[in-house]
């Protein structure tokens, strides 16, 4: 390709592969353009990155430019065009719970809090959440010591059912999350953080978000 034998000459050392290289090769490559023929002149520099100053295994000994090649003058050609270095994506395991109440008119209610650490999903809302190094069972779940404040509210329960995982992929994370809905049959109310707040799905929906809660509100228990 056409970056790849400019990021020699030039002995350019940002990713050619990234959007700020691709527009600063571009600058350059757009100097000595003429007005009334550029696409004879990029066509051309595309055609000596094909066939001569290639990719990998460049013919540095055919190249006509190797004179002027800062990269073949410092007998440095195998270290560019210069490669994004692989993501590494850490992978994490959230729980959350969806700790059900219902009212004297059988209508469900919730907990929810709203997010205030340093990352994409502050002041945004979810449901109460446990993170484990990874995937843990449910009896697994309920003899963490994150299950404590779980266990002081909910006396006990009617039901207990693990969601399906939704997987969601960020740019150095991978995130795999389960909804556990909890229908409590006895709590205690004097045991609910100060930052939790009761909801109904209709006031729920309202509230801003974020997207892995979501995707995981639409997933149906299946245990």
């Known amino acids: 390709m056409m970056w790849e034998g400019l990021d020699r000459l030039l002995a350019y050392d940002e990713n050619v592969q990234g959007i700020n ?12 353009l003429a007005d009334e023929n550029p696409g004879r002149f990029n066509q051309a520099l595309m055609d000596y990155g094909a066939m001569v100053c290639k990719a990998t295994n460049p013919l540095c000994s055919s190249c006509v ?5 800062f990269a073949y003058q410092r007998s440095a050609v195998g270290e560019f065009p210069a490669k994004t270095k692989a993501v590494v994506r850490k992978k994490r395991f959230f ?38 190094s990874e995937v ?22 009617d039901s207990c059912q693990m969601s399906k995982p939704v997987r ?30 009761k909801v109904d799905q209709e006031t729920f929906a309202k509230l801003p978000i974020h997207r892995l809660i979501a995707k995981l509100m639409s997933v149906s228990d299946s245990s």
């Open 65 to 69: 430019f190797t004179e002027k090649c």
């Open 168 to 197: 969601h992929i960020l740019t150095h994370q991978i995130i795999e999350a389960r909804k556990i809905s909890l229908v409590c049959n006895r709590f205690n109310l004097d045991e609910i953080p100060e930052n939790w707040i």
């Open 21 to 32: 290289s691709s527009l600063s090769l571009q600058q350059i490559a757009d100097t000595p």
């Open 95 to 132: 729980y959350f719970i969806q700790l059900c109440i219902y009212d004297n008119h059988s209508k469900m209610h919730f907990y929810a809090y709203q997010r205030t650490g340093n990352d994409i999903w502050k002041y945004l809302y979810e449901l109460p959440l446990i993170e484990t």
């Open 136 to 157: 843990v069972s449910m009896d697994e779940l309920f003899s963490l010591s994150d299950w404590g404040h779980i266990r002081a509210f909910c006396k006990s329960a």
